[in-house]
């Protein structure tokens, strides 16, 4: 098992059984995330060498219209995919084992956490995780704080309130606040 069998079964959608082969690629490729999220948020570091790391640590290269603001957290990296022309401000935080699509023209506020797997509920297989993507479309806003669960996918141009917890998806042009979130107007364009 390699990871292109871990990110075909995460994409899948199949559930990564705890002690499984599959687990143990995912603890490896961790190994890798951690020691490269840590050089980047090690101490300062340039808009382009932050581009350099992100591309190491998603296996993909980042476009340079890309800026992320460190500290910036990913516990497994390869599953991310950026656009072009979006901002990631300090402290976002990504599990992106089910995969995380940030689409372009987005801005993701400070201490975004988006979680893409869900461990299983049965507590004798509690190890066991099942992912589900998070999709943001083009010109999304994220406040500060939000959460944005697994399996939501998030419309054109909408917005997510600060401190919002995202647990279904969102329609296009939409604003969404609170927890649960709910959307409380519609965009006109």
Same mark, same amino acid.
């Given at each position: %098992?390699?990871?292109? !069998?871990?990110?075909?079964? +995460? ?11 599959? $687990?143990?690629? %995912? $603890? &490896? ?5 951690? #020691? *490269? ?16 790391? +992100? ?7 980042? &476009? ?10 990913? !516990?497994?990296?390869?599953? =991310?995919? +950026? ?18 699509? =940030?689409?372009?023209?987005?801005? =993701?506020?400070?201490?975004?956490? =988006? ?10 297989? #509690?190890?066991? %995780? $099942? ?6 479309? #083009? ?8 959460? *944005? ?19 279904? !998806? ?12 709910? %959307?409380?107007?519609? +965009?006109?364009?």
């Amino acid at each position: %098992m390699d990871l292109s !069998d871990l990110l075909a079964a +995460l994409n899948a959608g199949e559930t990564i059984s705890g002690n499984s082969p599959l $687990h143990g690629v %995912m $603890h &490896d490729v961790s190994q890798e995330a951690l #020691r *490269i999220t840590g050089e980047l948020n090690s101490g300062y570091q340039e808009p382009a060498r932050v581009r350099e790391l +992100l591309s190491q640590l998603t296996g993909k290269p980042v &476009d340079p219209s890309v800026t992320v603001f460190p500290p910036f957290y990913s !516990d497994f990296g390869k599953n =991310i995919t +950026l656009g072009q022309r979006i901002f990631l401000n300090a402290g976002c935080k990504l599990q992106d084992q089910g995969g995380v699509v =940030i689409g372009d023209d987005c801005l =993701i506020g400070h201490n975004v956490v =988006i979680a893409t797997l869900n461990h299983d509920l049965d507590p004798s297989k #509690r190890a066991d %995780m $099942h992912p589900a993507p998070v999709v943001t479309g #083009r010109n999304v806003w994220v406040g500060s704080n939000a959460t *944005i669960l697994p399996g939501v996918s998030i419309g054109d141009n909408s917005v997510v309130a600060a401190a919002a917890v995202v647990t279904r !998806d969102v329609p296009a042009n939409a604003i969404v606040v609170g927890s649960p979130a709910r %959307m409380v107007r519609s +965009l006109s364009n």
